[in-house]
């Protein structure tokens, strides 16, 4: 069965940054597109960020735009998102999800298998 990881998440003043991490365990994901999903409390879980198969290709949510960056390291069968320049509406849990495809997907439905979420929280 596929086990997702995350870690990196705290607490951080507006303006700073963390990094993510998630690693996969009984599972090579060197095929398949990885994405991070939050949820913030009272609200329905949204799409972050997405990265396909290789990497080439990715794809972010409007509100993380430019601060946020996903990245991948299939060596290690790891992948990070690098966020900057946090802002306390970025507070929530934030989810590593695998699809059992190539080509990123933006929605929970595209995506087969998630962490359990690692904390974020921003103070003003």
């Known amino acids: 069965q596929v086990q997702l990881v995350e870690s990196g998440g705290g607490s951080v003043q507006a303006g700073g940054s963390l990094r993510l991490s998630c690693a996969g365990s009984?599972?090579?994901?060197?095929?398949?597109?990885m994405g991070w999903f939050r949820q913030a409390p009272g609200k329905e879980r949204e799409f972050v960020a997405a990265?396909?198969?290789?990497?080439?290709?990715?794809d972010y949510a409007d509100s993380v735009k430019g601060r946020f960056t996903i990245s991948r390291d299939d060596a290690k069968n790891m992948v990070y998102l690098q966020m900057n320049s946090l802002k306390p509406e970025d507070t929530a849990v934030y989810y590593c999800?695998?699809?059992?495809?190539?080509?990123?997907?933006?929605?929970?439905?595209?995506?087969?298998?998630w962490g359990q979420g690692t904390q974020v929280t921003v103070s003003s």
């Open positions: 999800a695998v699809r059992a495809k190539a080509g990123l997907g933006t929605t929970l439905s595209d995506y087969d298998y």
């Open positions: 009984k599972y090579t994901f060197r095929t398949n597109a």
């Open positions: 990265i396909n198969w290789n990497g080439e290709i990715t």
